[in-house]
């Protein structure tokens, strides 16, 4: 359920205004989520409000095409947008307590800018689900393929997840969450071996990997898209 067009809180010049970009909101009550961008400067802030008050935790670079995740200890994961701010790079980043973390990248480039990462999910030990850019390859003309795989990030180590397969992203969509007991579900995109893709949803648990379902990509039942995972390890997909 998304929390779309409530009225959270003070933005800008102590107005009341109404954030159309909410992200998150956890077990104690507190919201995560993008503020209204600035019209002049077209900065995007990440805003953080719990019954005590109020909090602007990033105000300039903040992509507000991709999730947030907060946790009940008020952990944050989510993208700077290091483009807009001439870095050349998104960065997956964390957010606590008087903290505001890199998680690194797998070390693909993007032509135009550069290392990117993203996360898509952290649970209550703010360990960070996400998926990283691998590689870039460009053959004659063609538009640039980019290869993406998934990543976990804990206490500043990002490791690549082992056993899931790496996917262009074209036509791929990457989504993923992760429990409290580290159990992990994630989209993987592998070829049919005749020319199409098929997209299977994988519930992975340390080293062992299950394969929930399996389907051609753009079917109606299922195409890459939300998945979930609470903490008895039941899956929606």
């Given at each position: 359920?998304?929390?779309?067009?409530?009225?959270?809180?003070?933005?800008?010049?102590?107005?009341?205004?109404?954030?159309?970009?909410?992200?998150?909101?956890?077990?104690?009550?507190?919201?995560?989520?993008?503020?209204?961008?600035?019209?002049?400067?077209?900065?995007?802030?990440?805003?953080?409000?719990?019954?005590?008050?109020?909090?602007?935790?990033?105000?300039?670079?903040?992509?507000?095409?991709?999730?947030?995740?907060?946790?009940?200890?008020?952990?944050?994961?989510?993208?700077?947008?290091?483009?807009?701010?001439?870095?050349?790079?998104?960065?997956?980043?964390?957010?606590?307590?008087?903290?505001?973390?890199?998680?690194?990248?797998?070390?693909?480039?993007?032509?135009?800018?550069?290392?990117?990462?993203?996360?898509?999910?952290?649970n209550n030990s703010n360990v960070?689900?996400?998926?990283?850019?691998?590689?870039?390859?460009?053959?004659?003309?063609?538009?640039?393929?980019?290869?993406?795989?998934?990543?976990?990030?804990?206490?500043?180590?990002?490791?690549?997840?082992?056993?899931?397969?790496?996917?262009?992203?074209?036509?791929?969509?990457?989504?993923?969450?992760?429990?409290?007991?580290?159990?992990?579900?994630?989209?993987?995109?592998?070829?049919?071996?005749?020319?199409?893709?098929?997209?299977?949803?994988?519930?992975?648990?340390?080293?062992?990997?299950?394969?929930?379902?399996?389907?051609?990509?753009?079917?109606?039942?299922?195409?890459?898209?939300?998945?979930?995972?609470?903490?008895?390890?039941?899956?929606?997909?």
């Amino acid at each position: 359920f998304a929390l779309v067009g409530l009225e959270l809180g003070p933005i800008l010049g102590g107005e009341i205004v109404i954030s159309f970009r909410a992200g998150d909101v956890n077990a104690l009550g507190q919201t995560a989520y993008f503020g209204p961008q600035n019209p002049i400067t077209s900065v995007t802030p990440l805003l953080f409000q719990d019954p005590t008050g109020f909090e602007v935790l990033v105000d300039n670079g903040v992509d507000n095409t991709s999730p947030i995740s907060l946790n009940d200890i008020g952990a944050i994961a989510f993208t700077l947008n290091g483009i807009s701010e001439g870095r050349g790079e998104d960065l997956a980043t964390l957010a606590t307590v008087g903290a505001i973390t890199d998680l690194g990248n797998l070390g693909g480039n993007d032509s135009r800018s550069g290392p990117l990462s993203y996360p898509l999910d952290l649970n209550n030990s703010n360990v960070v689900l996400g998926y990283s850019c691998v590689s870039m390859s460009i053959v004659d003309n063609t538009p640039p393929v980019y290869v993406y795989a998934y990543f976990t990030w804990y206490q500043g180590v990002l490791t690549p997840l082992p056993g899931v397969g790496q996917a262009p992203f074209i036509n791929s969509t990457f989504s993923g969450s992760i429990n409290d007991a580290g159990q992990i579900v994630c989209n993987e995109f592998v070829s049919d071996g005749a020319g199409s893709q098929l997209v299977r949803v994988l519930l992975v648990d340390g080293t062992a990997i299950t394969v929930i379902d399996t389907s051609p990509v753009g079917v109606e039942t299922y195409n890459g898209g939300f998945v979930a995972i609470n903490a008895t390890g039941q899956v929606a997909y």
